[in-house]
């Protein structure tokens, strides 16, 4: 039996090298891995108190997380094809349209 | 059973730092693979075979190689090096996801963190009626709203994405009879 604290502190790491991604990284495609990244780690955790209190609420949320994922990724992948299209890169420093 | 543990986590955790430290995108959306197997082994490690399934059918397979596509479709140039660009403002976006990591680890490790009573699904109960059936026989009685109400928002995936990545013609074309 695994302990539920080693999943999560596992689910913690993977969460905050997503949020470090999501900071560093000026490819918008490689930021929206990153985001992937951090769901998953979120999966992790409602696996992780699932198995540990016997439960199956956790499985449920994983599969809504789940398809969340997917439909979030189909969507912002065709609005990063409309980007990429009209301006011609993926540099997120560059997208400064709405800009203040 | 612990030991398999402690690797399949470091190659996870590697397959992430990866997907931060690598210049290609086609090199981060491989190690990211190599990071949703791992987890996926986590999760048999687990007892929810159900989950580690979906999660190669669907992350490993469907939303990796769509991020594939896409990435082959548009013809990326690698980023500049991460090391070579060491501004103050990175510096502090890793200062902050260090932060987070050790706030979430304490969280997890307090005292007051407390988990509630064991529910009715043990690993005697999982094996002996069959992981798979139990999840459909809850998600199909008691999550049959939100299942139903999930698929609209699928549909509504598609068709956003459809809209959004058609190209647009030309309207005076539309007009000509």
Redesign the interface.
Known sequence: MIPVSHVLTLSAILFGIGVAGVILRRNAIVVFMCIELMLNAVNLGFVAFASGMQSMVGVMFVFFVLIVAAAEAVVGLSIILAIFRNSGTLNIEEFNLLRW | ??IS?YIL?AL??GG??S??LFRS?VY??LS?VA??LC?AG??V????E??AA??VL??AG??MV??LF??M??N?RS?KP?RHSWTWP?LL??G???A??FQ??GI??SPAAR?????????EYLQQKGAVE??GE??FT??VL?FEI?SI??M???V??VI??K?REPASTEQTP
């Open positions: 059973m612990l543990f986590a996870a955790v992430a730092l997907v931060v995108p981060c959306a990211l990071t949703f987890l986590i999760y490690l687990l007892n929810s159900f989950v979906i999660q669907i992350y469907a939303i769509l991020f896409v990435i479709l548009l990326l980023d991460l990175k976006g890793i902050f996801a260090v987070i990591i979430l680890i997890f490790h988990m509630g009573p064991a529910g009715k699904y043990s690993t139990v999840v809850v998600l008691e999550y939100p999930i928002l699928l509504v995936a598609v956003g994405a959004l990545a190209r």
